[in-house]
């Protein structure tokens, strides 16, 4: 798969699943404009790597659930590259707790971020997109969305609406030369996993016919293909990428 001369523009790429897919875009040549809500660190580490790759690469502080930073975002990549081709819409939280513990700010948060971020960032890029009549956009769901979590209401409502958001868009958008897709990862170890209590991990592993925990790299090469001038005739889909877990 070839990105040369395609600008992508991935929502929390400092770390975890979103470096990853930075990463995986940046080999096949790609332009990368990444966001980040404040780990300026790690931010660095990912625009190192990027750069080592001979990637054009830009880093953008801002919260996705913000209106004017998402802007601010997407009039970065366009001054410096001129166009968007690829929306990878990655930032994501989890404030988990059983529904009766859980705070409505621990609620509104997590569908600010997940919800309302990847809905900002879709609405930022669609007119670029449509002008150009090229589009690829790929949005991270989970397989709790689909199936749902104890203790994870908020983030489960929130991943269920980002399919809900991609397969609608996805029917707006498919005559015009645009696709917009989700990925539903299952279990990936990144610092939103770290955070799990061992026990839970213990259960969850127990979960997953390959009896493995998915690696960043296995998201972003799943998110690259659909990406790709390849996956033309593939929207609205929801490709689990999980060991097998939502089967
Ligand atoms: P991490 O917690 O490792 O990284 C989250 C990234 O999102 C960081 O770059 C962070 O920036 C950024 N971010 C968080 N909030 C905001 C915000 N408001 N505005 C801008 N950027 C923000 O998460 P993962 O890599 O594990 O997860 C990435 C995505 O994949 C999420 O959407 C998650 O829900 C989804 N997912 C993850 C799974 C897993 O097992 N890990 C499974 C299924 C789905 P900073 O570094 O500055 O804090």
């Given amino acids: 798969m070839s990105f040369t001369g395609k600008t992508a523009v991935v929502t929390g790429g400092s770390r975890g699943l979103g470096r990853a897919i930075c990463r995986r875009l940046a080999e096949g040549g790609a332009n990368v404009v990444f966001s980040y809500a404040g780990n300026t660190a790690a931010a660095q580490e990912t625009l190192d790597e990027l750069r080592a790759l001979d990637c054009k690469a830009l880093a953008v502080q801002g919260n996705v659930a ?114 917009v897709n989700a990925v539903a990862p299952g279990f990936i170890t990144t610092d939103m996993t770290a955070a799990l209590p061992e026990s839970a991990k213990t259960a969850l592993l127990a979960t997953i016919p390959q009896a493995r925990l998915g690696a960043p790299e296995d998201v972003a090469c799943a998110v690259a293909f659909l990406a790709s001038d390849e996956a033309a005739y593939i929207t609205g889909q929801v490709l689990g990428v999980d060991g097998g877990m939502g089967m």
């Fill in 66 to 179: 913000d209106t004017d930073a998402v802007k601010a975002l997407m009039d970065a990549a366009m001054k410096e590259f001129g166009r968007i081709d690829i929306l990878v819409n990655n930032a994501g939280i989890t404030r988990d707790g059983l529904l009766m513990m859980t705070k409505e700010e621990d609620f509104d948060a997590v569908i600010d971020t997940n919800l309302k971020g990847t809905f900002l960032c879709m609405k930022a890029v669609s007119r670029v997109m449509l002008r150009q009549k090229y589009g690829r956009i790929v949005n991270l769901s989970s397989v709790v969305g689909v199936h749902g979590n104890a203790g994870q209401v908020n983030y489960a409502a929130s991943k269920a609406g980002v399919i809900g958001m991609t397969k609608s868009l996805a029917k707006e958008l498919a005559a015009k030369g645009v696709t």
